[in-house]
Structure formats: C-alpha cells, structure tokens
C-alpha cells in the first residue's frame, strides 16, 4: 500500500499543483495565493493532491481541490478536504463555502450542502473564483464546520 501524507502546501509545490489544476481544467487565477493556506498529498516527493482555503473574515472558500487521476478513488480527496477544514478552524474561519461544477455529487458526502449563490457571495464574494474564474453556472455550497 502507498504511503500518502498529508500535510502543509509549500511554495515550492506550487508548479507542481498548478499542473494539477490545470489538467482537471479548475481555474489558476489566484492559486497560488490562496495556497499560502493549503494543504496537499504527498507519494515520497510527488504532489499527488491538493486543496486551499481563502480567509474572508470568518468565512472562507474551499477551492482547488483536485486529486491526480491516477490517484483518485483511494479517500485522498476526503483526506484533502479534512485537512483543509482543519487549517481553516486554526484560522479562525467557522463557515466554508465552495464553487463547483464538477463535484456536486461528491461535496454532499462530506458534509457540503447546496446554498443559494447570492449567500455564499455575501460571505467570500469578493474571491477570484466568484468574480472571474469560476462560471456563473457554478453551483455554491457551504459547511459549517463547527
Ligand atoms: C473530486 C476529486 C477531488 C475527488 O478525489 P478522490 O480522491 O477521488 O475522492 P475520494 O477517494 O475521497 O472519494 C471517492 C468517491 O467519490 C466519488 N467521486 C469522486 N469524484 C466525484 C465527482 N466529481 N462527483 C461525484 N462523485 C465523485 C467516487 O466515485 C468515489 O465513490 P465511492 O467511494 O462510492 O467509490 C477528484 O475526483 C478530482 O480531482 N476531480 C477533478 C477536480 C475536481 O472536480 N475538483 C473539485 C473542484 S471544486
């Protein structure tokens, strides 16, 4: 069995989980910054996954949550989201929202649930992924994390 850790993003890996975005088509605009809170699967020195959060205030926006293809199915996106909840309660952030057009099925079952866009951008509209990168078809949740 592979060895996975999970842990925080550095900004050396930021090529490496840009190449991941890319490759599942989510958005590069503002990657990298929202990576300074992030965090992402490592297989020895291989960036297999990734996943960040925005801070707006109390709130904040889970974004770039991708798994290689070649890794997906192994609880590595679960484990992701997990440990990027965790950073955002030792952030301070008790409400999570998200953009997705390709997740919708999955957020659910970790605890997601679909809001109307207009609440989320009332909390982290001022995000790139609400402004610009993300369509206006994208479907917005939210997590309260407790
Ligand atoms: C979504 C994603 C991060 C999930 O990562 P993962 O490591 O495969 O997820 P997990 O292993 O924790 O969960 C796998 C389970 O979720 C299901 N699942 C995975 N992606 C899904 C999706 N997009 N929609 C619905 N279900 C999905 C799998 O079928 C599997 O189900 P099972 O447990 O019943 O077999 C990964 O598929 C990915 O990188 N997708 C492309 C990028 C993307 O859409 N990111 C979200 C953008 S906001």
Same mark, same amino acid.
Do not use: P, S, T
């Given at each position: 069995m592979l060895l996975i850790a999970v842990e925080r993003a550095r900004p050396a890996d930021l090529p490496r989980i840009r190449a991941l975005l890319e490759a599942a088509g989510l958005p590069l605009d503002g990657a990298d910054q929202a990576f300074e809170t992030g965090v992402v699967a490592r297989v020895g020195d291989e960036v297999v996954g990734a996943a960040a959060v925005e801070p707006f205030g109390p709130a904040g926006l889970l974004r770039s949550v991708v798994v290689a293809a070649d890794h997906r199915d /192994?609880?590595?996106?679960?484990? #992701?989201?997990? /440990?990027?909840?965790? #950073?955002?309660r030792e952030s301070g952030i008790r409400d999570l929202y998200l953009l997705t057009e390709t997740a919708i099925d999955w957020f659910p079952r970790l605890g997601y649930q679909v809001i109307p866009r207009d609440a989320a951008a009332a909390a982290v509209g001022q995000s790139i992924e609400f402004t610009t990168a993300c369509a206006t078809t994208a479907v917005a949740m939210r997590r309260a994390p407790g």
């Open positions: /192994a609880g590595i996106g679960r484990r #992701l989201v997990a /440990a990027a909840e965790g #950073l955002a």
